[in-house]
């Protein structure tokens, strides 16, 4: 009986933080339809994508993408290292090492001359 009760608690509990990220996620998405300036979208897009790495990690680095090519637009080399620390973040979740390491590499050699 108590085994049940904990995973109809768990099962309840995690809906609920999954709801609030679905909600967090549409509330950017509205955001980032309304922001005219490249650097904003970036930001936004880079929340998006934290939001997604858990649940749905291809939708995370569909976000990740769009966030570096507007960064790169942009030629903001603080916020062009960010997008890469991130995608090392993205690469280190999903077990691909090789990646991880290079992306953080990316950002660090950026940082480093920043």
Same mark, same amino acid.
């Given at each position: ?8 608690? &768990? ?9 609030? /990220?679905?909600?967090?996620?549409? *509330?950017? *998405? ?7 300036? /490249? ?7 880079? *929340? ?17 993408? *769009? ?23 993205? &690469?280190?979740?999903? /077990?691909?090492?090789? /990646? ?10 950026? &940082?480093?001359?920043?």
């Amino acid at each position: 009986m108590k085994n049940r009760f904990i995973i109809l608690f &768990y099962l309840g509990f995690s809906s609920l933080l999954l709801g609030q /990220d679905v909600a967090n996620i549409n *509330k950017l *998405k509205k955001e980032l339809q309304q922001e005219l300036v /490249d650097t904003s979208k970036v930001t936004i897009h880079l *929340k998006i994508a934290n939001l997604y790495i858990k649940t749905k990690p291809d939708s995370s680095l569909v976000n990740l993408t *769009k966030a570096l090519e507007l960064a790169k637009k942009s030629a903001n080399q603080l916020i062009i290292a960010r997008v890469y620390n991130r995608f090392g973040y993205y &690469y280190e979740h999903i /077990d691909n090492f090789k /990646d991880a390491i290079k992306n953080y590499n990316d950002a660090f050699l950026i &940082y480093e001359r920043l």
